[in-house]
């Protein structure tokens, strides 16, 4: 009788790439919570399959550096004119539609020698299980003591109540580590308009409403291909 065979032994398949844990930037969960119906699905599933594939460019920086620029050596706007001409060919459309706001902006600042940048610190916030990481753009400090921690909105559509409340409460729910004792603000530089929390805006209500954005979207994100 014949020895029984040796089981064949089977090499381990490769371990696949885990899948990319629910999160989200502060312009990616505001633009979420301006979605409505299925429009919120679709766009947390694009978040996801982008965070996967590790894909992204932003093709902003070099105006907001001009916009620092002008604030920190108060030129009037001289590197945010210039700035147009310096990207590439591809991004000369954007930059000529958004540099008019931005120069529109700078001008509200009002007189610069009473106005210098402030550095500020990412955070990152929960909302439940959602970590969201709180990035502004810059801070701003006024001779008068006041202090803002400004985020840009580069959009073509004006920012939705529901994103301005989202970026507003977040902002502020992490000042102590992004700029103490500083407003939040969100600047819609297409129209070189600033948005600040008015009397109405309610913290309490506002965490509440965003935790359940926050557990519909972390919800989305593990049920998205």
């Known amino acids: 009788m014949a020895p029984p ?18 999160y989200a930037t502060l312009l990616g969960f505001a633009r979420y919570v301006g979605q409505s119906g299925p429009a919120k699905a ?15 460019f932003n093709p902003h920086g070099q105006l907001v550096k001009a916009l620092k620029a002008d604030i920190r050596f108060r030129t009037g706007g001289s590197h945010l004119a210039a700035v147009g001409g310096q990207v590439k ?14 120069s529109r902006y700078l001008a509200s600042l009002g007189d610069l020698s009473q106005v210098e940048l ?14 969201v990481k709180i990035n502004p753009h810059f801070g701003l400090r006024y001779a008068d ?3 803002e921690a400004v985020r840009i909105h580069f959009d073509e559509q004006p920012p939705s109540v ?26 819609d530089l297409r ?35």
């Open 118 to 131: 402030a550095p500020t610190h990412d955070a990152l916030g929960m909302l439940g299980d959602l970590p």
């Open 5 to 22: 065979r040796a089981a064949e032994s089977t090499p381990s398949a490769a371990p696949a790439n885990p899948a990319p844990v629910p």
């Open 191 to 225: 129209r070189g308009t600033a948005h600040r929390p008015d009397a109405t805006f309610r913290p309490d209500q506002v965490e509440r409403w965003l935790a359940g954005e926050a557990a519909a979207f972390t919800a989305i994100w593990s049920t998205s291909a």
């Open 145 to 147: 003591g006041r202090a």
């Open 42 to 56: 679709t766009f947390v599933g694009g978040l996801r399959r982008q965070r996967a594939s590790r894909s992204g």
């Open 89 to 102: 060919q591809r991004w000369q459309p954007l930059y000529a539609a958004l540099v008019p706001g931005a």
């Open 162 to 187: 529901e994103a301005r409340t989202a970026i507003w409460h977040l902002m502020a729910r992490h000042m102590d580590q992004v700029l103490p004792h500083a407003e939040p603000v969100l600047v």
